[in-house]
């Protein structure tokens, strides 16, 4: 056996022999990016998928060599964005903020390669933090749920229990309570390990239970665990609010709307910015202003949100926006209920309680 | 000669299949093979990387091993490993002023615990209820899961990541990276104790009277039990040390890489040790390269990923395959073969 | 015969070597080759389908078909019919495991039959078989013949070469030892022959016993058991053989298992005027009992050990020193313990599979006798499948201990061995004893007739 194992190592070396130097950096003179995805892989229809569509777009637009990896594993962020960086690619981009440890460690080392990183905060000379206001997108779509809900109870349902997604939990809550001071919300996530992603059967029970407790309106941040808040949604007549892609046609009539986050243009943008030289390093933020956040308007839901609540919420936006109404960010406050703790249950006051500040990220 | 044509006809085959796969998928043999070879061993630090792959395997490897010299199945070296990766991380948040070989020591000493009270559940319940090892085995892999999940998240969590992890361990319980020989790759010392465990294993079994009774035990029970061995004793005891040396991957991934635990971190390094395992044929000594061929492929195949156009990394797992069926069907191939030979040289 | 029957492929010889029907060299490549040339064969362990009836067990692999591949049973049984004669009646509708042992072996010589076999080999086929058995199936096998069939069969008991056979081969070691044609056949030249030496007749001398060692009183196991023991009463005094007779499956094995701490039970057992351990480990390591098993390959050794490790069974606690044994002491105690007792080996580290039967059961009875010294053997079958001097050897190492005023409670299956060894002979059916007779007034017609069941 020990011997057949070696053979196994010299035979494959025999067959390299005329390998001489490590592969070779390509010498015309495209632009070559690399994408490295999280686990849920390009095909998980939510967040990974946008961002392959933002840099599948960008290799249509422009001339450029892109190569998608995908990592099934914690272990494999750091091969990965090395063996990229190592054979030339001038940008690379990584998707979700489990790569941030990987990137931390292996920026410095390729001083002369770019990086990106979505959803994460990567202090380094040349790497571009691409982070997104969900707080903001969340707000606008809770002001939506909060005017239109008949129950006076709406629902939150988050995938993996984590700060970003108590981000959009944060300003979903207070969206909801400035259209209804009175609303009721209630809180489910699916879980505490990326398993979350990716469990519709568990989305399901947990929107039926919301109904059953009087929710008419559930808002899922929770990757492609949502299937399965819509399918709950359609069972029972109630309505779902999507996330991340415009996930109206899923369901239609039954999604009243969706918090668009538009990683798909973060990473256009940034590939277009490394094309003509532009590639700037440094947190980027995408808010409403610009349109990386908003609510998704389309045929779909066209007869769910009247001119009327249309216009309510245009005006939201302008207030967001010259300052007249703040939305609390997770980030900066550590609690999920600054303004009226009373509103709070005892268990969101308790990790509101143990929070510090870490990472504040003010516009 | 003849020893020379036995072993080069199943690495013939193996390179065939796996050629004839990839020509089926559009893409080049030879370049293929370049890019994994080139990968695992290119470079000091993809040496570094390879190496650091293979370690955790190696512990898995010798823990299916033992278990296996026992005649038992241990399936569940993935939740010993977390486990005893959960015990280490405790251990060394807990009891943070700990300086020097100490600190170390406990740690290593804390994933042994950790990992053989995981294993010696599996071995209670195997001797003592007559429970079949690998049912039980497989569904205590779900409440390890659970466990690490909830420590993890309730009790150590990072405050400074959103990532499903622990804080980091003080300086005192890292161990050194291997960075002048292999610069940037995390393999580390525990890459030693790996090899150390395996001639300690080796020793165990060959020339300890536990070591005895454990073979004897596993190849033929029945006489052992009418010879007044304690069986049930033994089989305890074997998973217990199968599931100790599974925890000691704890080391390898805490103490020597991240300096603190991930939720599942692990790809699968317990699966992966019953395939180094069987590779092995039981044989501690052989754990060694089996485990170096699948972290070969392992760190091998990433770079293939970026390289090729085609090919993913899944091809690492049809080379698995092909491996193991060409090591499960080699005695009755060298056989066929050696009578054919003896045949051919007559005439 | 396991390459003649294709099971085995022979090393290929020279070009005359091979096998020769009707002096034709034919190439039996497997077992169908052998049964399209009428060569069948009935293997030691028996090969049936335990669920199935016996016709279906019969026909299986043969099955004659109707249209739309139905099984045509009524075709079958009628070509069975015009085969069987008077003593070879089989219930055919019967599930096979209901069937006494004696009924398989029916089973199987019909399945042969059925397949027109023209050449019958049967490997060892009265092991299992009570007396009477034996005789119906010797005249069944004499039908054959006058038939034209050709019997070929393997055994190691010399009255049943000299009843049945015309020409006898001795092999020992792999090669032809002697070839005796019907009027050579005697049983002197056969044992000349199977051992390379003659041996005078076995003559048991008879020892004073002494103090009662074993007593067991109303022993009985639970109704769980497959071979439930009831009320079984006992005893065997030191420097005594007390035997037990009866057809393999009445309890006897139930009964070395409570010996052995294996099953637990109701009742008594003294030693020595002390109460008998429970625990297997007592037993054997601190009672120091001594055990030769039903079943070497699986009960007494380690198959896949080398011959050291195969010595060291049962002694780890006395070889070991700090935990460790050492390869050298292992050497010494595997040398020492072997001596006088003929075992043919290579060397020390040879696999113990590689060797003969006789020579694995004269390790097993070196370990336990001469290894551990003990006071009480439990001595089963101790001579099951094993050649005349092997047998020899052994009677003669059981008789030594039965001096040193050693107990000896002997199981057997081979009533010619029990009859030569025991001081007293007890017979079991279905968990009890039912006779009880002591050397000077053994009667073979009552004992046969109680192993069956019979009144004495």
Not at chain 2, 174 to 194: D, K, Y
Not at chain 2, 305 to 323: C, F, H, N
Request: hydrophobic share 45%.
């Amino acid at each position: 056996m020990g011997r057949l194992l070696l053979a196994v190592f010299v035979g494959l070396f025999l067959g390299c022999t005329k390998k001489e130097s490590g592969p070779s950096v390509s010498s015309d003179a495209k632009v070559k990016v690399g994408l490295v995805l999280d686990k849920g892989g390009k095909d998980d229809k939510s967040f990974n998928a946008a961002a392959f569509k933002g840099a599948s777009d960008a290799a249509k637009d422009f001339d450029i060599e892109l190569k998608v990896v995908e990592s099934p594993d914690d272990a494999s962020y750091e091969p990965a964005i090395r063996g990229l960086a190592e054979r030339g690619f001038q940008l690379v981009i990584t998707v979700g903020f489990a790569q941030s440890d990987a990137l931390k460690k292996i920026s410095p080392q390729f001083p002369k390669t770019h990086f990106a990183i979505v959803d994460a905060m990567v202090d380094v000379p040349n790497v571009a933090s691409l982070l997104f206001s969900e707080h903001e997108g969340s707000y606008l779509v809770g002001y939506i749920a909060g005017s239109k809900t008949e129950t006076g109870t709406v629902g939150f349902i988050g995938g993996m229990d984590v700060d970003l997604i108590k981000r959009f939990e944060l300003g979903y809550r207070e969206g909801v309570l400035k259209a209804n001071p009175k609303a009721k919300i209630l809180t489910n996530y699916v879980g505490v390990s990326s398993e979350a992603w990716m469990n519709p059967t568990k989305g399901r029970e947990l929107t039926l239970s919301q109904i059953g407790r009087g929710a008419d309106i559930i808002f899922s941040a929770a990757g492609a665990t949502n299937s399965g808040v819509f399918d709950a949604v359609e069972e029972k007549k109630k309505f779902a609010i999507g996330v991340d892609s415009n996930q109206n046609w899923v369901k239609p009539g039954r999604v009243l709307t969706s918090m668009m986050k538009r990683v798909d243009l973060a990473v256009y943008n940034t590939i277009k910015a490394e094309k003509e030289g532009k590639f700037v390093w440094g947190n980027k933020f995408f808010g409403i202003a610009d349109k990386g956040v908003d609510y998704a308007l389309d045929e779909h839901n066209a007869a769910l949100i009247s001119d009327e609540l249309k216009k309510k919420v245009e005006q939201v936006r302008t207030d967001i926006l010259s300052g007249k109404i703040k939305v609390s960010d997770y980030y900066v406050t550590r609690t999920l209920c600054p303004k009226s703790p009373l509103n709070c249950d005892r268990s969101q006051r308790r990790s509101g309680e143990s929070g510090r500040t870490t990472q504040s990220v003010s516009q | 000669m003849k020893n020379l044509i036995k072993t080069l006809i199943p690495v013939v085959a193996i390179l065939t299949v796996v050629t004839f796969v990839i020509l089926v998928m559009g893409d080049n043999p030879f370049n293929v093979f370049q890019s994994i070879i080139w990968g695992a061993f290119g470079s000091a630090t993809s040496i570094g990387y390879t190496l650091f792959y293979s370690t955790p395997l190696v512990f898995t490897g010798l823990s299916v091993v033992v278990a296996l010299r026992a005649g038992l199945f241990n399936i569940g070296a993935e939740g010993q490993l977390y486990i005893g990766s959960l015990s280490l991380v405790a251990y060394a948040l807990m009891f943070k002023d700990q300086a020097g070989a100490v600190a170390i020591l406990g740690a290593v000493v804390a994933a042994l615990l950790g990992g053989a009270l995981w294993g010696s559940l599996v071995g209670l319940l195997k001797a003592f209820r007559g429970s079949h090892e690998v049912v039980v085995s497989i569904m205590l892999n779900f409440v390890s899961y659970a466990l690490c999940g909830y420590f993890i998240l309730n009790q150590f969590k990072n405050p400074f990541s959103q990532n499903p992890e622990t804080s980091e361990v003080e300086a005192a319980f890292r161990i050194s990276n291997w960075e002048a020989i292999f610069p940037h790759a995390p393999v580390n010392n525990a890459a030693l104790l790996a090899v150390f465990c395996v001639g300690l294993v080796w020793w165990l079994l060959y020339r300890s009277q536990w070591g005895f009774d454990v073979r004897f035990v596993g190849e033929s029970p029945e006489a052992a039990r009418r010879a007044g061995l304690p069986v049930r004793m033994r089989l305890l005891q074997v998973m217990a040390v199968s599931g100790a040396l599974a925890g000691l991957v704890g080391v390898n991934e805490i103490l020597g890489f991240s300096h603190k635990m991930k939720d599942q971190f692990s790809p699968g390094y317990g699966f992966m040790g019953i395939a180094v395992a069987l590779l092995a044929r039981g044989e501690p000594l052989r754990v060694i390269p089996a485990a170096l061929l699948f972290g070969m492929l392992q760190k091998g195949s990433l770079d293939l990923e970026i390289d090729s156009q085609k090919m993913t990394r899944d091809l690492a797992y049809v080379i698995q395959g092909v491996v193991m069926i060409a090591v499960a069907a080699q005695p009755y191939l060298s056989k066929k073969l050696e009578k054919r030979w003896e045949l051919w040289t007559r005439n | 015969m396991k390459i003649v029957f294709g099971l085995y492929e022979p090393d290929p010889g020279s070009a005359e070597c091979g096998v020769y029907l009707n002096g034709r060299k034919s190439k039996i490549r497997n077992p169908q080759d052998a049964m399209n040339l009428g060569i069948g064969m009935v293997q030691q362990h028996f090969a049936l389908v335990e669920n199935l009836t016996a016709l279906d067990n019969i026909i299986l692999g043969q099955e004659p078909m109707k249209r739309f591949n139905v099984i045509d049973r009524a075709f079958a049984k009628n070509k069975l019919q015009g085969l069987v004669s008077e003593s070879l009646k089989v219930p055919l509708e019967a599930n096979v495991e209901d069937l006494q042992v004696g009924v398989h072996q029916r089973v199987e010589l019909l399945k042969l039959l059925y397949r027109d076999s023209e050449i019958l080999i049967l490997d060892e086929p009265t092991a299992v078989l009570t007396p009477q058995e034996i005789d119906d199936l010797f005249s069944f096998l004499r039908d054959l013949r006058k038939e034209g069939k050709t019997v070929l069969i393997i055994t190691h008991k010399l009255d049943e070469l000299l009843a049945l056979c015309d020409d006898v081969t001795v092999l020992r070691q792999g090669s032809v030892k002697a070839q005796l044609s019907r009027d050579q056949l005697t049983k002197e030249a056969l044992v000349k022959a199977m051992t390379g030496r003659s041996i005078e007749k076995f003559i048991k001398p008879t020892f004073q016993p002494g103090a009662e060692a074993l007593v067991i009183q109303n022993l009985t196991t639970s109704a769980g058991t497959e071979e439930r023991l009831k009320e079984v009463c006992l005893s065997v005094r030191q420097g005594e053989t007390v035997g037990i007779a009866g057809v393999e499956g009445n309890g006897q094995s139930t009964l070395v298992e409570c010996l052995l701490g294996l099953t637990s039970y109701i009742g008594h057992i003294q030693f020595n005027g002390q109460p008998y351990p429970h625990k297997t480990k007592e037993i054997r390591e601190v009672l120091n009992v001594g055990y030769v098993s039903e079943d070497r390959q699986t009960q007494s050794l380690w198959l896949s050990g080398t011959l050291e490790e195969n010595c060291a069974i049962g002694f780890g606690n006395r070889l070991a020193r700090y935990g460790v044994l050492s390869k050298s002491t292992l050497h010494h105690h595997a040398e020492e313990m072997l001596k006088g007792f003929d075992v043919k080996y290579d060397h020390l580290e040879q696999k113990i599979s590689e060797l003969s039967g006789g020579n694995q059961q004269k390790l097993v009875v070196a370990r336990e006798l001469k290894g551990r010294d003990p006071r009480f053997l439990l001595c089963c079958h101790p001579t099951r499948g094993v050649d005349v001097g092997a047998i020899e050897l052994i009677h003669q190492r059981l008789v030594e201990f039965q001096k040193n005023q050693g107990a000896v409670l002997l199981i057997s299956s081979e009533l010619e061995e029990l009859l030569s060894l025991s001081d007293r002979l007890l017979v079991m059916y279905q968990g009890r004893i039912v006779l009880e007779q002591t050397r000077e007034n053994f009667d073979l017609k009552s004992i046969g007739s109680a192993m069956l069941g019979g009144q004495p």
